[in-house]
T-cell receptor
């Protein structure tokens, strides 16, 4: 079973920041938070991951709370092409068995 | 660098048949994982191979099997196909360590009639 809880769907206006929350209250100390997205049943695309520090790359920022029980993925300037299902995954240190939940369906509107 | 490739991209089979799907990982990647995605169950982990050995296995029946070759390419086989095996089959590859980021291929869409 997935160890994360995400809202089923969210809308965002084009050009605005999209903030996608994820709860992972049972996360262990050596487990990472990963984010992937999936567009139109293509293969999931890796976005970003982190352990406890905030992370940023060319696609997004990941903000992890100090207690690590939740995190937020931020797409700073959402475009129509960011419409996708976004998955938040908690992944063990020695485990490539990624447990995907239902994800959040993000719709970016003009 | 080329991404993960999967062949074939689409496949139609009938119940009782068997099917073999292929996955070529990103060059240099030695870990290959397989997932099944269906509308009802979502993305579910099948198994992972590393250095030609199965390192991890999900909760699927023995009809689902896989293998990895010395060049890290992997195949998965499903025998005695059932209607419920219709799904998008995805593979993901990663570097050696189990904490390396995994990158997914485009998937093989299997339809069982």
């Amino acid at each position: 079973d997935a160890k994360t809880t995400q809202p089923t769907s969210m809308d965002c206006a084009e050009g605005r920041a999209a903030n996608l929350p994820c709860n992972h209250s049972t996360i262990s100390g050596n487990e990472y938070v990963y984010w992937y997205r999936q567009i139109h049943s293509q293969g999931p695309q890796y976005i970003i991951h982190g352990l406890k520090n905030n992370e940023t790359n060319e696609m997004a920022s990941l903000i992890i709370t100090e207690d690590r029980k939740s995190s937020t993925l931020i797409l700073p300037h959402a475009t129509l092409r960011d419409t996708a299902v976004y998955y938040c995954i908690v992944r063990g240190y020695n485990n490539n068995d990624m447990r995907f939940g239902a994800g959040t369906r993000l719709t970016v509107k003009p | 660098k080329a991404g993960v490739t999967q062949t074939p991209r689409y496949l139609i089979k009938t119940r009782g048949q068997q099917v073999t799907l292929s996955c070529s990982p990103i060059s240099g990647h030695r870990s290959v994982s397989w997932y099944q995605q269906t509308p009802g169950q979502g993305l579910q982990f099948l198994f992972e191979y590393f250095s030609e050995t199965q390192r991890n296995k999900g909760n699927f029946p023995g009809r689902f099997s896989g293998r990895q070759f010395s060049n890290s390419r992997s195949e998965m086989n499903v025998s005695t196909l059932e209607l419920g095996d219709s799904a998008l089959y995805l593979c993901a590859s990663g570097l050696a360590g189990s904490q390396e980021t995994q990158y997914f291929g485009p998937g093989t869409r299997l339809l069982v009639l």
